[in-house]
């Protein structure tokens, strides 16, 4: 059984602050984020493996966006930290 089985997906956008590295300019930016809530129940046909599987999984963000554009400079740089998992 599949991850995504056990979770519900939604996008949403949340509005961070980031600084240029090339021309140093600080703005705000909408970074994406890919919202995956437990699903209330276990789907059907699952073994005890996925069972015990779901049952120690939880609530998580995945970050979609790795590279933002510089309003300023129109040049594209990574995201500078790191996290790209978040569990809520």
Avoid at 21 to 42: I, Q, S
Avoid at 45 to 68: C, H, I, K, P, T
């Amino acid at each position: 059984m599949n991850e995504r089985d056990f979770f519900n997906e939604q996008q949403e956008a949340k509005r961070a602050t980031y600084s240029c590295p090339h021309c140093r300019e600080r703005a705000d930016y909408e970074v994406r984020w890919l919202r995956r809530t437990k699903k209330k129940d276990l789907p059907r046909g699952a073994s005890e493996q996925d069972r015990a599987r779901f049952r120690n999984s939880r609530d998580y963000m995945v970050r979609v966006d790795d590279m933002l554009d510089c309003p300023r400079c129109r040049r594209r740089f990574d995201i500078p930290n790191a996290q790209s998992v978040v569990f809520i």
